[in-house]
Structure formats: structure tokens, C-alpha cells
């Protein structure tokens, strides 16, 4: 079955550290892997997308994800916290084999970055 | 910013009443998408649009219908609002359905009491 899993339900990092937020995936065939946040009271912003080539691929805000095939994971990582980084952060995928276009979306991670 | 547009942003009504969630997009997307958003966080994809006149139910069962006579405009209807319809509502539009990104509104915070 088509899944993406968010380990992790919260993540607290300090300002100024690195942070990751963990996604995996299983689906069939290859993925479309997506990343989205949602602050407060608002609908959800896209950040970036893998759909081919590079593995390392770079989005809004500073944020980056790196796509690893023999993992099946897509974490998405940033080099230095803002406590603006504060929100829910969404990993979504699409299997590009068949026909079936649905977008499976993880749980969410709520990200708390301290001043 | 996204050219995407909900309205109300929160509606506070009481049970039985007729709601109608208004959404626009000024982006000329064909795709368009209503999510129900849990407390919690979790995403449910409630109906979904390829164009006009196409109207397609999600994963999750909803008594509420959708219409696209337009497409720039995907509204959400409740016929009879109950409590358990209090949820978050997201529309959202998207250029293509295998590797576009959705667009999201700002959402619509109904409470049904």
C-alpha cells in the first residue's frame, strides 16, 4: 500500500541549529516527493518538489531535501533554525507508475525552533 | 503569495443551517482540490475537480457537494451543517496533477455548534 510516514510529531531545535524534518515513503514505483508548511491559521505554502534529476534539491526559505532512492526517504533539512521556521510541515508523494494520480500526504511534523 | 482565494475565512453557525465555502483562483488552473484538515493535522482530500463540469468525491466521505460551473470558482456546500462537519477547510489548485505543486487558500475555519 501507498504510504509516507512523518516519524517524528514534533521536533524542537534550538535557533541558529540545523534542522531535519524525516520523511519516508512506500509506493510502487517512483515517486513525485513534495514538501509543504502551514503557519498558524493559514493554508498550506509549497516548498519544494522532486520530480527528476538531482537528488539534492533546494526550495523556499532555505530549506533543502534530499531525495534517497535505496532509503525511500525525502527529509528535509535547513543549515541554520529561525524561530520564523516555527510550523507544521507536510511530506506528500505521488507514485508516477499507473494511473493513479492521488496524493498521499504524511501526518505532519510540528517544528518548534527556541529562541 | 498564491492567487487563491477562500472566503469565509471562519463561520460560526448553528446546526441545520445551509453553508456554502466559497473558493476562486485567478490562476486558470484546471486542477482544483477541497481538503478537510483534522484539529490534529491530518489532510483529507473531501472532492476534487479536473475542469468544468467535473466533480469527483476524495478518500474521505462527505456529505457536502462541490460544483465547477466555472474554472475559477470550486464552492463547497453544506446542505444541513451538524457538529461533526466542524472541521478546517482547504481549497487548493494545481496546474497539473502528476508533478505540478498545489496552491492553497488560506483556509476556512467552520464551527457548527
Known amino acids: 500500500a501507498q504510504s509516507v510516514a512523518q516519524p517524528e510529531d514534533q521536533v524542537n531545535v534550538a535557533e541558529g541549529n540545523p534542522l531535519t524534518v524525516k520523511c519516508t515513503y512506500s509506493v510502487s514505483g517512483n515517486p513525485y516527493l513534495f514538501w509543504y508548511v502551514q503557519y498558524p491559521n493559514r493554508g498550506l505554502q509549497f516548498l519544494l518538489k522532486y520530480i527528476t534529476g538531482d537528488n539534492l534539491v533546494k526550495g523556499s526559505y532555505g530549506f533543502e531535501a534530499e531525495f534517497n532512492k535505496s532509503q525511500t526517504s525525502f527529509h528535509l533539512k535547513k543549515p541554520s533554525a529561525l524561530v520564523s521556521d516555527s510550523a507544521l510541515y507536510f511530506c506528500?508523494?505521488?507514485?508516477?507508475?499507473?494511473?493513479?494520480?492521488?496524493?498521499?500526504w504524511g501526518l505532519g511534523t510540528s517544528l518548534a525552533v527556541n529562541p | 503569495e498564491a492567487d487563491i482565494y477562500q472566503t469565509p475565512r471562519y463561520l460560526v453557525i448553528g446546526t441545520g443551517k445551509k453553508i456554502t465555502l466559497e473558493c476562486s483562483q485567478t490562476m486558470g488552473h484546471d486542477k482544483m482540490y477541497w481538503y478537510q484538515q483534522d484539529p490534529g493535522m491530518e489532510l483529507h482530500l473531501i472532492h476534487y475537480s479536473y475542469g468544468v463540469n467535473s466533480t469527483e468525491k476524495g478518500d474521505l466521505s462527505s456529505e457536502s457537494t462541490v460544483s465547477r460551473i466555472r474554472t475559477e470558482h470550486f464552492p463547497l456546500t453544506l446542505e444541513s451543517a451538524r457538529p461533526s462537519h466542524t472541521s478546517q477547510y482547504l481549497c487548493?489548485?494545481?496546474?497539473?496533477?502528476?508533478?505540478?505543486?498545489?496552491?492553497f487558500g488560506e483556509g476556512s475555519r467552520l464551527t457548527v455548534l
Open positions: 506528500a508523494v505521488r507514485d508516477r507508475s499507473g494511473n493513479n494520480r492521488k496524493l498521499i
Open positions: 487548493a489548485s494545481s496546474e497539473n496533477d502528476w508533478t505540478g505543486e498545489l496552491f
